[in-house]
């Protein structure tokens, strides 16, 4: 297994180690009303519950062919359940397929309320799409064996896009790159000034299918191979008589011959940093909704007033942050005594998730005055 493989084999089962705690504490938090018995269900938590209804392994990383392929699968599988819709293009052409789950026989997806879901805003964060994907599987294969689910699918819609940010997360899992990159939309730009545009990018230099850190020979430099001849590690006292090298930066060539290396790389603005609310020019430049990939989310979402939750499947952080409701002050009437109450209860029920879940993080939020009304 190359050096590669093992990485993402080890990012893969840290990362699915929450993905069942993450999907049913985000289930938990939509479930109301009594279940309904059925005669198809099963009572029993450690009887079938539909795994093998269609087969999938969540030991592995998917490019786009593949995650969009199991999309369709799913959709043709359990057409009662699923439809399968473009939301619209990437930059790069790419359709940003999204899966709408819930039961037709109880009514229109957007008769109901909503959930939205998403993966991998940010390129590298593949983990993301996994999740997503787990999500869709879980709620299909399950449907007809779990009492729980299928009250949920019943009376819920489901939205759910696995890929947000295509042509990034399909590069990350089909091509050599860094752990942080390709991590943005790959909107043309030129980083060093000097007319070009991405023209000086990282490159697997010896061909292993991996870019990592390049190191040259050098009687003066600051590294030295470790003992087991596999890294490099500073050298620690000076006097030390050992083969010396200097890093020299990130693997590539100087393709533009300016003396420097991958300084002029793929890549635009944060994605997660796009949308209109707390856009910045440094992180979301040009101006909100730039990107194709987060415009198409943003009008998507802007036609179906019925989402009323999101969860959004990011890398590393070890933890689930839930939007806390904000403190809204508004006039002195029904409206507002509903709404306190209905703050109120949404608070209760977040802080009932931190206890069940050691993962949950509720992040408190305050709304701008001019938005208090």
């Known amino acids: 297994m190359s050096r590669s493989s093992r990485r993402r084999a080890m990012k893969t089962r840290k990362t699915l180690i929450g993905i069942a705690a993450a999907a049913a504490l985000m289930l938990a938090f939509l479930v109301t009303g009594p279940v309904v018995a059925q005669s198809k269900l099963q009572t029993n938590p450690g009887g ?53 789950i819930t039961a037709k026989s109880t009514g229109k997806p957007e008769a109901k309320r909503a959930m939205w879901v998403d993966g991998a805003i940010h390129g590298n964060e593949i983990n993301g799409v996994t999740c997503s ?20 699918v019943d009376a819920t819609t489901f939205y759910i896009l696995p890929g947000l940010n295509v042509d990034a997360n399909d590069s990350y899992a089909n091509f050599p790159n860094t752990e942080n990159n390709p991590r943005e939309p790959y909107r043309p730009a030129d980083d060093d000034g000097d007319g070009l545009f991405d023209e000086d990018q990282t490159e ?24 087991d001849k596999r890294r490099f590690v500073r050298v620690a006292d000076p006097r030390e008589e050992v083969r010396r090298f200097r890093r020299i930066g990130g693997e590539g060539f100087d393709n533009d011959g300016d003396g420097l290396i991958n300084e002029d790389d793929i890549g635009g603005p944060d994605p997660n940093r796009n949308f209109p609310y707390g856009w910045s020019i440094a992180d979301g430049y040009p101006y909100p909704m730039s990107e194709a990939e987060t415009r198409n989310v943003f009008e998507f979402q802007l036609r179906c007033p019925n989402i009323f939750a999101s969860f959004h499947f990011h890398n590393t952080g070890r933890l689930i942050m839930f939007q806390a409701p904000p403190a809204v002050r508004a006039p002195a009437g029904p409206t507002s005594e509903m709404g306190q109450r209905q703050q109120q209860m949404a608070q209760q029920r977040l802080e009932e998730m931190k206890k069940a879940d050691k993962y949950a993080y509720v992040a408190p939020r305050q709304v701008a005055p001019e938005y208090q009304h």
Do not use: C
Not at 133 to 152: E, I, Q
């Open 48 to 100: 079938y519950h539909g795994e093998l209804d269609y087969p999938m392994s969540w030991k592995r990383y998917y490019g786009y062919e593949e995650w969009t392929r199991i999309m369709r699968e799913l959709q043709n599988k359990y057409p009662q359940l699923a439809d399968i819709q473009s939301i619209g293009k990437s930059r790069m052409g790419r359709d940003q397929l999204l899966l709408t």
């Open 133 to 152: 994907l787990y999500l869709a599987w879980y709620l299909l294969t399950r449907y007809d064996y779990d009492p729980f689910v299928h009250a949920l």
């Open 204 to 227: 697997d230099v010896d061909g292993d299918g991996e870019l990592s850190v390049m190191y040259v020979e050098d009687p003066a430099g600051e590294f030295k191979l470790s003992p």
